[in-house]
Nanobody, 121 residues
Framework: QVQLVESGGGLVQAGGSLRVSCAAS????????MGWFRQHPGKGREFVAA?????HYADSVKGRFTISRDNAKNTVDLQMNSLKPEDTAVYYC?????????????????WGQGTQVTVSS
């Protein structure tokens, strides 16, 4: 069983930056596709970014967000720059055991508890 714990959320002004991190334990981290999703109130989980050997981004965050992983530390980070009020959401880290990168939340096997990111205008 894989455990994922997010950290680093918070409140930031529009145009600012924030970095959220996810620490994994209990599995073979280097073999997983790692993803970040977000959820706005009353909406489903929305793909943000994923990384396996390459990185993948939602169009809405491309050029502003950067996903990275450290297989030695079992961590995956999401650096968020030029934040907008519409980026306000709960951000979730997820792990997928499959060999391909999926943009669908239903493809991911393990989830963290989420961390709130709030961007004020």
């Amino acid at each position: 069983q894989v455990q994922l714990v997010e950290s680093g959320g918070g409140l930031v002004q529009a145009g600012g930056s924030l970095r959220v991190s996810c620490a994994a334990s209990g599995g073979t981290f280097s073999t997983y596709t790692m993803g970040w999703f977000r959820q706005h109130p009353g909406k489903g989980r929305e793909f943000v970014a994923a990384i396996r050997y390459n990185t993948h981004y939602a169009d809405s965050v491309k050029g502003r967000f950067t996903i990275s992983r450290d297989n030695a530390k079992n961590t995956v980070d999401l650096q968020m720059n030029s934040l907008k009020p519409e980026d306000t959401a709960v951000y979730y880290c997820a792990a997928d055991r499959s060999n391909y990168v999926s943009l669908l939340a239903t493809s991911y096997d393990y989830w963290g508890q989420g961390t709130q990111v709030t961007v004020s205008s």
